[in-house]
């Protein structure tokens, strides 16, 4: 559905985006991830026809977006970052304005502005001037705006970025309904959307692609993946030092009354600590888990903390 083929672009001196590639296919979220002014956004204008490439191009539904911008562009639907809505019309105009633009008119129009509008939960402002709306409403409405031709391909630049935590569940419902029909990029920078939402990742720093895979096969990268977290209901010397020579623990960290014991062996070592933990009946063991690892670990190893 969605190929970007060695996209570069250069303001003057500055090479921004340095041969981006990616694929993605129908059914498939794709978390867009990097630091601030790693390219993100100039690689999501590129690939929507909004910014010309320096080389490179963008496939979208067999459409070229260089050779055939017309065609490519029907196929998108495109929620800018921060919501550029025209505040004095209001929510159903303004999403008819939209629907007229993509030649949708009469009672075609009307259908599909009140159809969209149902699924993006604006029945209660769709007559209120956007000017007039909350953020999140305004990133509803946005979000309206992109999805009113049904493409099959979405990009999102920050769809959650300020909203309260009820708005970012009612945006990442959106996207969860419709995710098995179409294809859909998400740029963001929380981490915790990327969890709630994506299929795949990719990373870029320094607009170069430095990672590709799913959020399980990223965790899997993290110094915490496979390390084991024993909590106590009081934590003394012993316990640590008995821990510590674990053949399968690589070493330790406390915070209060929880250990996490980091891998050498990550097979043996929840074994490993179950087992000293029955030899050791009096321990005021109160829990323990393997963990999976975290992505702002990998996130801040692969862009070396920028």
């Known amino acids: 559905m969605l190929a970007v083929k060695n996209l570069q672009k250069a303001f003057g001196p500055l090479l921004a985006v340095r041969g981006v590639s990616f694929e993605a296919d129908k059914g498939e979220v794709l978390g867009f991830l990097g630091p601030n002014g790693a390219g993100k956004t100039t690689t999501m204008r590129m690939i929507t026809g909004f910014l010309p490439p320096t080389s490179g191009t963008a496939v979208i539904n067999g459409h070229d977006i260089g050779e055939s911008p017309r065609e490519a562009k029907k196929q998108i639907g495109y929620l800018p970052e921060n919501a550029p809505v025209y505040g004095e019309m209001t929510v159903w105009s303004y999403l008819a304005f939209i629907a007229e633009i993509r030649a949708f008119t009469g009672s075609a129009r009307n259908k599909r502005v009140d159809e969209t509008i149902e699924t993006c939960r604006l029945n209660k402002v769709k007559h209120q001037a956007i000017g007039t709306l909350s953020k999140g409403y305004r990133q509803r409405v946005c979000f309206a705006q992109a999805l009113l031709h049904d493409p099959p391909v979405l990009i999102m630049d920050e769809p959650t970025d300020g909203l309260d935590p009820n708005q970012k569940h009612i945006v990442r419902t959106m996207i969860s309904e419709m995710a098995a029909r179409k294809t859909i990029v998400i740029s963001t920078h929380i981490l915790e959307e990327v969890e709630a939402v994506c299929t795949r990742v990719i990373i870029i720093c320094n607009g170069a692609l430095i990672a590709n895979g799913s959020p399980a096969e990223l965790k899997a990268k993290s110094r915490l993946h496979g390390a084991v977290e024993a909590t ?14 674990l053949a399968s623990a690589a070493g330790t960290t406390a915070d209060g009354n929880t250990v996490t ?24 063991i109160t829990g ?19």
């Open 232 to 245: 106590f209901r009081t934590l003394n010397q012993d316990i640590l030092t008995k821990i510590k020579q």
């Open 288 to 306: 323990l888990r393997t963990l999976e690892g975290k992505l702002d670990d990998v996130f801040r190893e692969l862009t070396g903390g920028r």
């Open 261 to 284: 014991v980091l891998p050498r062996d990550a097979a043996r070592l929840f074994q490993e600590m179950t087992e000293l933990a029955r030899a050791n009946p009096e321990w005021p």
